[in-house]
């Protein structure tokens, strides 16, 4: 059974989402996209048990 996703809003700066948004084109990503990956590998790298 696939656990049902969460929803995750960030409110930034127009000028830094437009930048970011700029990045994620340069990495063939969505916005979204590399939001999710940045997050899932902070969380990965940083959570410790």
């Given at each position: 059974?696939?656990?049902?996703?969460?929803?995750?809003?960030?409110?930034?700066?127009?000028?830094?989402?437009?930048?970011?948004?700029?990045?994620?084109?340069?990495?063939?990503r969505?916005?979204?996209?590399?939001?999710?990956?940045?997050?899932?590998?902070?969380?990965?790298?940083?959570?410790?048990?």
């Amino acid at each position: 059974m696939v656990a049902e996703k969460k929803r995750f809003v960030l409110l930034v700066d127009p000028e830094i989402f437009e930048k970011f948004k700029k990045l994620a084109v340069e990495q063939n990503r969505t916005a979204g996209n590399l939001g999710t990956k940045l997050i899932n590998d902070f969380v990965k790298e940083n959570y410790k048990k």
